[in-house]
Protein backbone atom coordinates (compact mmCIF):
# COMPACT_ATOMS: atom_id res chain seq x y z
CA UNK A 1 0.00 0.00 0.00
CA UNK A 2 1.42 3.40 -1.25
CA UNK A 3 2.05 5.66 1.78
CA UNK A 4 -0.04 8.67 0.00
CA UNK A 5 -3.58 8.73 -0.19
CA UNK A 6 -3.58 10.04 -3.22
CA UNK A 7 -1.08 9.82 -6.41
CA UNK A 8 -0.56 11.41 -9.91
CA UNK A 9 1.50 10.60 -12.28
CA UNK A 10 2.05 12.82 -15.39
CA UNK A 11 -1.38 13.33 -15.78
CA UNK A 12 -2.85 14.72 -19.17
CA UNK A 13 -6.36 15.65 -20.12
CA UNK A 14 -6.62 16.91 -23.61
CA UNK A 15 -10.15 17.99 -24.93
CA UNK A 16 -9.23 17.77 -28.79
CA UNK A 17 -6.13 19.64 -29.01
CA UNK A 18 -6.85 21.14 -26.16
CA UNK A 19 -4.83 20.41 -22.77
CA UNK A 20 -6.61 21.31 -19.43
CA UNK A 21 -4.29 19.02 -17.60
CA UNK A 22 -0.69 19.53 -18.54
CA UNK A 23 1.68 16.15 -16.82
CA UNK A 24 0.75 16.91 -13.20
CA UNK A 25 2.56 14.80 -10.90
CA UNK A 26 1.35 14.62 -7.52
CA UNK A 27 1.83 13.22 -3.99
CA UNK A 28 -0.70 13.63 -1.09
CA UNK A 29 -0.50 12.67 2.11
CA UNK A 30 -3.38 11.67 4.56
CA UNK A 31 -4.83 14.08 6.89
CA UNK A 32 -3.69 17.03 5.38
CA UNK A 33 -5.81 19.98 3.65
CA UNK A 34 -4.73 20.53 0.43
CA UNK A 35 -5.40 23.88 -1.32
CA UNK A 36 -5.68 24.15 -4.79
CA UNK A 37 -5.96 27.33 -6.68
CA UNK A 38 -5.69 28.94 -9.54
CA UNK A 39 -7.30 31.26 -12.29
CA UNK A 40 -10.77 30.65 -14.56
CA UNK A 41 -9.91 27.81 -16.60
CA UNK A 42 -6.81 26.63 -14.96
CA UNK A 43 -7.34 22.79 -14.77
CA UNK A 44 -8.75 22.96 -10.98
CA UNK A 45 -12.00 20.90 -11.93
CA UNK A 46 -10.72 18.67 -14.54
CA UNK A 47 -8.03 17.59 -12.17
CA UNK A 48 -10.67 17.25 -9.55
CA UNK A 49 -12.63 15.28 -12.09
CA UNK A 50 -9.53 13.34 -13.23
CA UNK A 51 -9.14 12.04 -9.23
CA UNK A 52 -12.49 10.96 -9.02
CA UNK A 53 -12.64 9.29 -12.11
CA UNK A 54 -15.15 10.74 -13.92
CA UNK A 55 -12.67 11.86 -16.33
CA UNK A 56 -10.33 9.65 -18.18
CA UNK A 57 -6.43 11.10 -18.79
CA UNK A 58 -5.29 10.75 -21.88
CA UNK A 59 -1.71 10.11 -20.86
CA UNK A 60 -0.33 9.16 -17.36
CA UNK A 61 -2.19 7.87 -14.36
CA UNK A 62 -2.53 7.69 -10.72
CA UNK A 63 -3.64 5.67 -7.44
CA UNK A 64 -5.92 6.60 -4.86
CA UNK A 65 -4.64 4.55 -1.31
CA UNK A 66 -2.50 2.14 -4.21
CA UNK A 67 -5.96 1.47 -5.98
CA UNK A 68 -6.30 2.90 -9.76
CA UNK A 69 -8.07 6.16 -10.66
CA UNK A 70 -11.39 5.35 -10.74
CA UNK A 71 -11.83 1.43 -9.73
CA UNK A 72 -14.71 0.22 -7.22
CA UNK A 73 -11.81 0.47 -4.34
CA UNK A 74 -10.94 3.93 -5.30
CA UNK A 75 -13.90 5.23 -5.28
CA UNK A 76 -15.03 4.35 -2.32
CA UNK A 77 -12.96 5.94 -0.36
CA UNK A 78 -13.44 9.07 -2.55
CA UNK A 79 -15.90 11.87 -1.49
CA UNK A 80 -16.88 14.55 -4.14
CA UNK A 81 -18.61 18.00 -3.71
CA UNK A 82 -18.79 19.20 -7.80
CA UNK A 83 -18.79 22.55 -8.46
CA UNK A 84 -22.18 22.85 -9.46
CA UNK A 85 -24.10 20.15 -8.15
CA UNK A 86 -27.55 19.69 -10.24
CA UNK A 87 -30.16 18.32 -7.58
CA UNK A 88 -33.34 16.00 -9.01
CA UNK A 89 -36.51 18.65 -8.81
CA UNK A 90 -38.44 16.83 -6.92
CA UNK A 91 -36.51 14.94 -4.63
CA UNK A 92 -36.69 16.36 -0.50
CA UNK A 93 -33.16 16.74 1.19
CA UNK A 94 -33.62 13.55 3.21
CA UNK A 95 -35.01 11.49 0.01
CA UNK A 96 -31.78 12.87 -1.86
CA UNK A 97 -29.11 11.95 0.76
CA UNK A 98 -30.69 8.42 1.22
CA UNK A 99 -30.74 7.63 -2.49
CA UNK A 100 -27.14 9.09 -2.59
CA UNK A 101 -26.30 6.96 0.26
CA UNK A 102 -27.96 3.84 -1.37
CA UNK A 103 -26.02 4.90 -4.70
CA UNK A 104 -22.70 4.72 -3.18
CA UNK A 105 -23.52 1.22 -1.34
CA UNK A 106 -24.96 1.49 1.54
CA UNK A 107 -27.94 -0.57 2.41
CA UNK A 108 -31.75 1.16 3.08
CA UNK A 109 -31.32 0.92 6.75
CA UNK A 110 -27.59 2.02 6.81
CA UNK A 111 -28.23 5.02 4.76
CA UNK A 112 -30.99 6.03 6.67
CA UNK A 113 -28.78 5.93 9.61
CA UNK A 114 -26.04 7.87 7.75
CA UNK A 115 -28.50 10.54 6.76
CA UNK A 116 -30.00 11.18 9.79
CA UNK A 117 -26.45 11.58 11.56
CA UNK A 118 -25.67 13.85 8.75
CA UNK A 119 -28.92 16.27 8.79
CA UNK A 120 -27.80 16.59 12.62
CA UNK A 121 -24.18 17.40 11.68
CA UNK A 122 -25.07 19.92 8.69
CA UNK A 123 -28.30 21.26 10.91
CA UNK A 124 -30.35 20.57 8.23
CA UNK A 125 -32.98 18.82 10.10
CA UNK A 126 -35.71 21.23 9.80
CA UNK A 127 -35.45 21.51 6.21
CA UNK A 128 -34.93 17.49 5.67
CA UNK A 129 -39.35 17.47 4.15
CA UNK A 130 -37.93 20.55 1.61
CA UNK A 131 -37.02 19.72 -1.63
CA UNK A 132 -33.47 20.55 -2.80
CA UNK A 133 -33.93 21.70 -6.38
CA UNK A 134 -35.41 25.14 -3.65
CA UNK A 135 -33.19 25.94 -1.57
CA UNK A 136 -30.54 28.42 -0.79
CA UNK A 137 -27.09 28.73 -2.58
CA UNK A 138 -25.32 28.03 0.89
CA UNK A 139 -27.84 25.69 2.19
CA UNK A 140 -27.59 23.26 -1.66
CA UNK A 141 -23.33 23.58 -0.58
CA UNK A 142 -24.36 22.04 2.78
CA UNK A 143 -26.15 19.16 1.17
CA UNK A 144 -23.70 18.52 -1.37
CA UNK A 145 -20.71 18.52 1.17
CA UNK A 146 -23.33 16.05 3.46
CA UNK A 147 -23.53 13.88 0.43
CA UNK A 148 -19.63 13.87 -0.31
CA UNK A 149 -19.60 12.32 3.46
CA UNK A 150 -22.18 9.83 3.38
CA UNK A 151 -20.20 6.79 2.97
CA UNK A 152 -17.43 8.33 5.15
CA UNK A 153 -14.84 8.58 2.84
CA UNK A 154 -11.75 9.09 3.67
CA UNK A 155 -10.65 11.58 0.69
CA UNK A 156 -12.55 14.78 0.44
CA UNK A 157 -12.53 16.50 -2.78
CA UNK A 158 -14.33 19.96 -2.49
CA UNK A 159 -14.96 21.38 -5.83
CA UNK A 160 -15.29 25.44 -4.27
CA UNK A 161 -17.54 24.74 -1.99
CA UNK A 162 -17.62 28.40 -0.78
CA UNK A 163 -18.09 29.78 -4.37
CA UNK A 164 -21.33 32.46 -4.64
CA UNK A 165 -21.70 32.68 -0.37
CA UNK A 166 -22.23 35.26 1.81
CA UNK A 167 -19.11 35.35 4.38
CA UNK A 168 -20.91 34.21 7.72
CA UNK A 169 -22.04 30.87 4.97
CA UNK A 170 -18.54 30.62 3.47
CA UNK A 171 -17.03 30.35 6.91
CA UNK A 172 -19.51 27.63 8.01
CA UNK A 173 -18.53 25.82 5.94
CA UNK A 174 -14.90 26.52 5.89
CA UNK A 175 -15.86 25.47 9.83
CA UNK A 176 -17.42 22.51 8.84
CA UNK A 177 -14.37 21.10 6.58
CA UNK A 178 -12.41 21.93 9.58
CA UNK A 179 -14.08 20.04 12.05
CA UNK A 180 -14.80 16.92 9.85
CA UNK A 181 -11.07 16.81 9.08
CA UNK A 182 -10.57 16.66 12.93
CA UNK A 183 -13.07 14.40 13.51
CA UNK A 184 -12.47 11.59 10.62
CA UNK A 185 -8.94 11.86 10.21
CA UNK A 186 -9.74 13.01 6.47
CA UNK A 187 -7.45 14.17 3.59
CA UNK A 188 -9.24 17.28 1.91
CA UNK A 189 -8.68 18.39 -1.14
CA UNK A 190 -10.32 22.13 -1.78
CA UNK A 191 -9.99 24.53 -4.53
CA UNK A 192 -11.15 28.16 -3.93
CA UNK A 193 -11.10 31.88 -5.67
CA UNK A 194 -11.09 32.94 -2.35
CA UNK A 195 -7.51 33.03 -1.52
CA UNK A 196 -6.88 34.45 1.79
CA UNK A 197 -9.98 32.99 3.26
CA UNK A 198 -8.43 29.11 2.07
CA UNK A 199 -5.23 30.51 4.25
CA UNK A 200 -6.80 29.87 7.19
CA UNK A 201 -7.92 26.56 6.84
CA UNK A 202 -5.15 24.47 4.60
CA UNK A 203 -1.72 22.71 5.41
CA UNK A 204 -0.21 22.75 1.79
CA UNK A 205 -1.01 25.25 -1.64
CA UNK A 206 -1.14 23.41 -5.03
CA UNK A 207 -1.13 26.20 -7.51
CA UNK A 208 -2.21 25.42 -10.91
CA UNK A 209 -1.83 27.46 -14.23
CA UNK A 210 -2.44 26.60 -17.66
CA UNK A 211 -3.24 22.79 -16.76
CA UNK A 212 0.69 22.45 -15.26
CA UNK A 213 1.09 22.13 -11.25
CA UNK A 214 3.77 24.96 -10.82
CA UNK A 215 3.51 25.33 -6.97
CA UNK A 216 3.18 22.22 -4.45
CA UNK A 217 4.23 23.40 -1.12
CA UNK A 218 3.24 23.57 2.97
CA UNK A 219 1.46 26.91 3.25
CA UNK A 220 4.50 28.22 5.59
CA UNK A 221 7.04 26.83 3.41
CA UNK A 222 5.25 28.56 -0.23
CA UNK A 223 5.20 32.23 1.73
CA UNK A 224 8.84 31.67 3.00
CA UNK A 225 9.96 31.12 -0.22
CA UNK A 226 8.25 33.80 -1.71
CA UNK A 227 8.89 36.25 0.75
CA UNK A 228 9.98 39.52 -0.44
CA UNK A 229 10.81 40.44 2.40
CA UNK A 230 8.86 43.74 3.55
CA UNK A 231 9.92 45.57 6.83
CA UNK A 232 7.46 48.08 8.76
CA UNK A 233 9.56 50.79 10.27
CA UNK A 234 8.69 53.89 11.77
CA UNK A 235 11.06 56.39 13.38
CA UNK A 236 10.84 60.35 14.85
CA UNK A 237 12.62 61.14 11.42
CA UNK A 238 11.63 58.79 8.80
CA UNK A 239 13.27 60.84 5.90
CA UNK A 240 16.14 60.35 7.75
CA UNK A 241 16.02 56.83 7.85
CA UNK A 242 14.64 56.77 4.40
CA UNK A 243 17.81 58.99 3.11
CA UNK A 244 20.25 56.05 4.84
CA UNK A 245 18.71 53.41 3.08
CA UNK A 246 18.42 54.76 -0.20
CA UNK A 247 20.78 52.78 -2.94
CA UNK A 248 20.73 49.66 -1.00
CA UNK A 249 16.84 49.00 -0.18
CA UNK A 250 13.43 49.59 -2.01
CA UNK A 251 11.74 52.38 0.13
CA UNK A 252 8.44 53.92 0.68
CA UNK A 253 7.37 56.62 3.02
CA UNK A 254 3.25 55.43 3.71
CA UNK A 255 1.25 57.65 5.34
CA UNK A 256 -0.02 57.18 9.08
CA UNK A 257 2.11 53.76 8.94
CA UNK A 258 6.01 54.90 8.84
CA UNK A 259 8.11 53.23 6.05
CA UNK A 260 7.58 49.89 3.62
CA UNK A 261 11.01 48.52 2.89
CA UNK A 262 11.32 45.26 0.61
CA UNK A 263 14.31 43.28 0.68
CA UNK A 264 15.19 39.39 0.32
CA UNK A 265 17.91 40.00 2.92
CA UNK A 266 15.96 40.34 5.83
CA UNK A 267 18.59 40.21 8.68
CA UNK A 268 20.99 42.28 6.98
CA UNK A 269 18.54 44.94 6.16
CA UNK A 270 17.57 44.99 10.18
CA UNK A 271 21.31 45.40 11.57
CA UNK A 272 20.66 48.31 9.08
CA UNK A 273 17.97 49.52 10.28
CA UNK A 274 18.81 49.45 14.25
CA UNK A 275 22.42 50.67 13.62
CA UNK A 276 20.95 53.52 11.05
CA UNK A 277 18.24 54.28 14.16
CA UNK A 278 21.89 53.96 16.76
CA UNK A 279 23.76 56.22 15.35
CA UNK A 280 21.77 59.13 14.69
CA UNK A 281 20.28 59.03 17.84
CA UNK A 282 16.36 58.29 16.39
CA UNK A 283 13.75 56.87 18.26
CA UNK A 284 12.18 53.82 16.90
CA UNK A 285 8.55 53.25 17.03
CA UNK A 286 7.62 50.33 14.95
CA UNK A 287 9.49 47.36 13.31
CA UNK A 288 7.65 44.95 12.21
CA UNK A 289 7.87 42.47 9.63
CA UNK A 290 5.13 41.41 6.86
CA UNK A 291 3.57 37.94 6.80
CA UNK A 292 2.70 37.16 3.11
CA UNK A 293 -0.89 36.62 2.73
CA UNK A 294 -1.59 33.46 0.13
CA UNK A 295 -3.04 36.47 -2.26
CA UNK A 296 0.08 37.91 -2.32
CA UNK A 297 1.83 34.70 -3.03
CA UNK A 298 -0.95 34.24 -5.92
CA UNK A 299 -0.09 37.20 -7.64
CA UNK A 300 3.61 36.79 -7.46
CA UNK A 301 2.96 33.86 -8.98
CA UNK A 302 0.99 34.70 -12.16
CA UNK A 303 3.56 37.81 -11.69
CA UNK A 304 6.04 35.17 -12.57
CA UNK A 305 3.75 33.03 -15.23
CA UNK A 306 3.22 36.29 -16.96
CA UNK A 307 6.74 37.11 -16.86
CA UNK A 308 8.66 34.33 -17.22
CA UNK A 309 10.55 35.38 -14.21
CA UNK A 310 12.78 33.69 -11.62
CA UNK A 311 9.92 33.27 -9.50
CA UNK A 312 8.24 30.87 -11.88
CA UNK A 313 11.59 29.09 -12.47
CA UNK A 314 12.19 28.73 -8.87
CA UNK A 315 8.82 27.52 -8.11
CA UNK A 316 8.34 25.16 -11.20
CA UNK A 317 11.56 23.74 -9.47
CA UNK A 318 9.59 22.92 -6.38
CA UNK A 319 6.37 21.88 -7.67
CA UNK A 320 5.79 18.12 -8.03
CA UNK A 321 7.15 17.23 -4.65
N1 LIG B 1 -15.53 18.78 -21.22
C1 LIG B 1 -14.72 19.73 -21.69
N2 LIG B 1 -14.57 19.91 -23.01
C2 LIG B 1 -13.72 20.86 -23.50
N3 LIG B 1 -12.98 21.67 -22.73
C3 LIG B 1 -13.10 21.54 -21.41
C4 LIG B 1 -13.98 20.58 -20.81
N4 LIG B 1 -13.86 20.67 -19.47
C5 LIG B 1 -12.97 21.66 -19.24
N5 LIG B 1 -12.52 22.18 -20.40
C6 LIG B 1 -11.53 23.26 -20.53
O1 LIG B 1 -10.39 22.91 -19.76
C7 LIG B 1 -9.86 24.05 -19.11
C8 LIG B 1 -9.78 23.78 -17.63
O2 LIG B 1 -11.08 23.76 -17.11
P1 LIG B 1 -11.39 23.57 -15.58
O3 LIG B 1 -12.87 23.53 -15.44
O4 LIG B 1 -10.63 22.42 -15.06
O5 LIG B 1 -10.80 24.91 -14.96
P2 LIG B 1 -10.90 25.47 -13.49
O6 LIG B 1 -9.52 25.73 -13.03
O7 LIG B 1 -11.74 24.58 -12.66
O8 LIG B 1 -11.64 26.85 -13.73
P3 LIG B 1 -12.73 27.63 -12.83
O9 LIG B 1 -11.95 28.39 -11.82
O10 LIG B 1 -13.39 28.55 -13.80
O11 LIG B 1 -13.67 26.65 -12.23
C9 LIG B 1 -10.78 25.22 -19.47
O12 LIG B 1 -10.19 25.94 -20.53
C10 LIG B 1 -12.05 24.55 -19.93
O13 LIG B 1 -12.72 25.32 -20.89
MG1 LIG C 1 -13.54 24.79 -11.72
Redesign the pocket.
Known amino acids: MSEYCIELNGITKK ?2 S ?1 T ?2 NDVNLKLESGKIYGIV ?10 M ?1 LIMGSLFPTSGDGTVFGHPLASPEALKVLGYSP ?1 FTSFYSDMKCYEYLWYMGCLSGLSSEESAKRTNELLDQFELRAHKDRKVAKFSTGMKKKVSLAQAMIHHPKVLLL ?2 PTANLDPTSRQEILDTVRRMVQDEHLTVLI ?1 S ?1 VLTELETVISHVLM ?1 DH ?1 RLILNAPIAEAQEMFKQGILWVDTDDNEKLILGLSGKYKTEAVEGEGVRITTKEMDALKKDVVSLVYSNGMQLNKLSEEVLSLDSLYKQMMEGEKNGSDTEKDASENAGA
Do not use: L, Q, R, Y
Open positions: FGFAVGPNGAGKSTTAEDESHIG
